[in-house]
């Protein structure tokens, strides 16, 4: 077998990256394929993230500095993994980059955003706000590039851009570039994508005003998301006084996801404190199936629940529809502990949809999966965090140096 001490990473979020930074701090080859503009994952969207609630820049930050100053790894994002052959010691892979329009001159000086004539949907901000075509994922992106979304910048557009920069940055000549690596394991951490709150008829998003998911509620809540921090209810930017969290939307359902997302009730009640901290005349409403916080996170939990401005309502929710002549949310649930249904209005409605993972919407040819889209490690091809599991930061981190280990003995054919 041969012996490659070199590791594939897929997916450069929070998992890929302490996998990245502790295998090449064994003295590995790391190369680290990401399909984002930008390193850092779903936890880069977190306003604040378990278990020390602190900007997820903190942690991040860490691992970008030990990428810049570690000579063995490289990255590249823009980039997908197109095809995986061979075996454990002996991978062949094949990648391809797509063009970012933004070469390694750019400065992030943002004269190119300044000039540029077209706009986009910020899907870092899940919609809730625009950028122009040319744009800085956010402020601290990593790498500190702009790049130009081809989809909304179009014909001409590109030449403003490019006239505006003084560093000779912009690259319209850009084309997708296949490259092949041949490594000795490789490591899956391409993380989760939120479950598409659209296919939750009965809850109102996508149809009613001010029903939000959990992630547009984290990047409401951020001071770098679109309304500065400030919880304001999309329609009409009013202060959000009463809010209710449903819980598993879209999880524990045959119909949807059947298995227990694990960080849904962590964030809501997370959430919850967001709002009480900004407004303490605030009220907050959790439905719920079962609050379920495992091990050290069970004080957070009774922290939570001993607001007095804050209810817990154990029961399903039925329907969530607009107030008539308002932009008021009514949601109708049972209280199963009283056996009531109740009917309340609320400013805004936060869905805690579950923990779909990228498996179950794209599959890398040559990695096996379960029948949810979970990745399953076999010799030489390891899953890492989410991608494996649903589970918080720390357990992904703690998962993600086991992958680590893993790879680096296969890689060396041990």
């Not at 990648?95 to 955003?113: F, G, Q, W």
């Not at 304001?232 to 999880?251: E, M, T, Y």
């Not at 498996?359 to 076999?378: C, M, R, T």
Request: hydrophobic fraction near 35%.
């Amino acid at each position: 077998m041969p012996d490659i001490n070199r590791v594939l990473v897929i997916g450069g979020g929070f998992s890929g990256l302490t996998t990245a930074v502790d295998a090449a701090e064994t003295g590995a080859e790391v190369v680290v394929i990401e399909k984002n503009p930008y390193l850092g994952g779903r936890v880069a969207q977190l306003n604040k993230y378990f278990p020390k609630l602190c900007p997820p820049i903190c942690g991040l930050e860490i691992n970008f500095r030990r990428i810049k100053t570690n000579a063995n790894i490289s990255f590249y994002t823009m980039a997908e993994v197109d095809s995986i052959s061979g075996g454990p010691g002996n991978y062949n892979v094949t990648v391809k980059v797509n063009p970012r329009y933004v070469n390694d001159n750019c400065v992030a000086c943002d004269a190119c955003a300044q000039a540029c004539p077209a706009e986009r949907p910020n899907e870092y901000n899940f919609g809730m706000d625009k950028t122009r075509a040319a744009y800085l994922p956010f402020n601290q992106a990593f790498p500190q590039k702009y790049v130009i979304d081809s989809n909304y910048c179009k014909a001409d557009c590109g030449k403003a851009c490019k006239e505006a920069c003084k560093y000779n940055a912009i690259d319209l000549d850009m084309k997708p570039e296949t490259m092949s690596f041949t490594v000795g394991s490789i490591v899956v951490a391409t993380g989760w994508n939120p479950y598409d709150a659209n296919k939750l008829s009965l809850l109102g998003f996508g149809k009613v005003k001010n029903v939000i998911t959990n992630m547009m509620m984290e990047r409401l809540a951020s001071p770098t998301g679109p309304t500065s921090g400030k919880i304001l209810r999309p329609s009409d930017g009013k202060p959000v006084q009463n809010i209710a969290f449903v819980q598993c939307a879209g999880s524990r359902d045959e119909n949807h996801l059947p298995f227990c997302s694990y960080i849904c009730c962590l964030a809501s009640l997370k959430q919850t404190t967001y709002i009480r901290e900004q407004n303490p005349e605030s009220k907050a409403t959790i439905f719920y199936i079962d609050i379920r916080t495992p091990g050290k996170y069970e004080k957070f939990y009774w922290k939570v629940k001993e607001d007095a401005n804050v209810t817990f309502i154990k029961g399903k929710v039925a329907d969530i529809i607009q107030d008539e002549g308002s932009d008021d949310v009514v949601v109708t649930a049972e209280d199963m502990l009283t056996g009531n249904k109740v009917k309340m209005k609320f400013d805004m409605v936060v869905l805690a949809t579950g923990m779909e993972p990228s498996g179950a919407s794209k599959k890398i040819a040559g990695v096996k999966y379960n029948e949810n889209g979970f990745a399953l490690p076999v010799t030489g091809i390891y899953s890492a965090g989410c991608t494996k599991n649903p589970m918080d930061v720390a357990r992904s981190a703690q998962d993600s140096t086991s992958a680590a280990l893993k790879a680096i003995s296969a890689g060396k054919g041990r």
